[in-house]
């Protein structure tokens, strides 16, 4: 009995739904129904952490979420990240340190990133990178990316 | 993926009776591994059940002299962001800290990870090492047993069609434990192989150790570790420990290391893991 799911849900703050296969990943959902494509597919097994979005304020790689779990859950994807038109403090830091080339890992890091400094304004370098030990990046190295992270982190609490 | 049907019951008798229903159904909690699992063809369920919304599922209740009740969908990050649980087993916060990445630990279960029976399960040495026992429930009761029998075979577990494992029991402890493991990076990595240890000690000598074995049997295992009872604390003891343990592994070969690398591995992370949870006993005195 193949059957399609109503899945209701809350974007980025918005109310969303969408129509899904159980099978579908979250990620899917969001890039291939939503048309939230800021999410990007790196690995879809759960080592590359391109994907990461926030589920109910934890960061998750949606490649490992199926849709239907969304039911109900609070997402936040790299799209939520800016306040209106004005870049966060992270996606500034980024830019500015370079920290990206190709950039299919970035919004991965960026969500990662700021689900960190919400809940510790002043991680020190050792704990930015264990937590970000689950996005690979294969352009820049990490340094540019830790640099980054630890210039927003002074920028957020300015 | 193949197509399957999902359901999110309430209970644990909606659970069972949907698993009883459906031979191939799958449990799902965090699914960092059932997902990549089935994407990749290896299981392919007709019914996925979500045992997420499941009360039972997500205790994590620690009382001193009863010990912890850990729900089987408990998610990794829960565990040591528990601070009563993190002092009481910090050997099992830190266990929770190094499965996967911070994503991963936002998912997955150790409950899921005794399910999925990976000879490599990170967390299986040190529940065995902790005498952790698995309460299970299913169409005919509810069943308790020890989790150093769950694993049968790489990826196969004691449940029967219908059964479902409720939660992870573990006494409380008296001494000190340690898991550690060899991979060749920092973090994100399957074990080489990997060490439980629990000790408690009487009188500055030890009382008895447990030992099990992550990646280098087909399941983990456990090491016949009762000589040890009665040992002073010396070098010579963590030496007879490492090849107590050395002596039990059963590893084969592949990509992560040779049989003698392994064998060598073993005897050292139980050194190591032995004089570490040696040291959490004393300090917890």
């Not at chain 2, 009563?84 to 800290?97: D, G, I």
């Not at chain 2, 016949?224 to 070969?253: H, M, Q, R, W, Y």
């Amino acid at each position: 009995m193949e059957r399609k799911v109503h899945v209701q849900t809350t974007i980025n703050g918005e109310p969303a739904e969408f129509l899904c296969e159980p099978r579908q990943s979250l990620l899917e959902c969001l890039r291939d129904i939503l048309n939230l494509t800021g999410t990007k597919e790196g690995c879809n097994d759960g080592n590359c952490g391109a994907c990461t979005v926030t589920m109910d304020g934890r960061i998750v790689t949606s490649c490992l979420v199926l849709g239907v779990e969304a039911e109900g859950a609070e997402i936040t994807t790299i799209e939520g990240i800016a306040r209106g038109n004005e870049l966060h403090p992270l996606q500034k830091a980024f830019l500015e340190e370079a920290a990206l080339q190709c950039g299919i890992c970035t919004p991965g890091f960026i969500v990662a990133a700021k689900a960190l400094l919400d809940q510790e304004p002043h991680p020190t370098e050792e704990r930015i990178r264990w937590w970000l030990a689950n996005n690979l990046c294969r352009c820049t190295g990490y340094d540019k990316i830790v640099k980054a992270v630890q210039k927003a982190a002074q920028e957020v609490t300015l | 993926m193949k197509w399957f049907d999902y359901q999110a019951p309430r209970n644990i008798g909606e659970a069972v009776e949907a698993m009883t229903l459906h031979p191939t159904a799958r449990p799902l909690a965090g699914g960092t591994d059932l997902l990549v699992q089935m994407r990749a063809g290896r299981r392919t369920p007709d019914l996925i059940v979500d045992i997420k919304k499941i009360p039972e599922l997500n205790q994590l209740h620690f009382e001193p002299g009863l010990g912890l009740t850990l729900g089987a969908a408990v998610p990794c990050y829960r565990i040591y962001n528990d601070s009563a649980v993190s002092r009481a087993y910090p050997s099992l916060a830190e266990v929770a800290n190094i499965i996967g990445g911070t994503q991963i630990q936002g998912r997955a279960s150790i409950g899921g990870n005794l399910c999925n029976a990976a000879p490599s399960a990170d967390s299986i040495p040190l529940l065995i090492a902790l005498g952790a026992t698995a309460r299970i429930t299913g169409p005919s009761g509810e069943r308790t047993i020890d989790v150093a029998a769950f694993c049968t075979a790489p990826g196969v577990n004691v449940l029967q069609p219908g059964e479902i494992l409720v939660s992870i029991q573990i006494p409380p402890t008296a001494g000190g434990a340690r898991y550690l493991r060899f991979i060749p990076r920092n973090e994100m990595d399957i074990a080489v192989a990997g060490a439980g240890v629990s000790v408690t000690l009487s009188n500055g000598n030890i009382q008895s150790a447990k030992i099990a074995l992550a990646s280098v049997a087909p399941t983990p295992i456990t090491v016949d570790a009762s000589s040890l009872s009665g040992a002073p604390v010396n070098d010579d003891t963590l030496k007879k420990a490492g090849e107590l343990a050395a002596a039990a592994a059963k590893p084969i070969t592949d990509m992560r290391g040779t049989a003698d690398y392994r064998r060598h591995l073993c005897a050292v992370l139980t050194r190591r893991a032995l004089a570490s949870a040696i040291a959490a006993a004393k300090e917890s005195k």
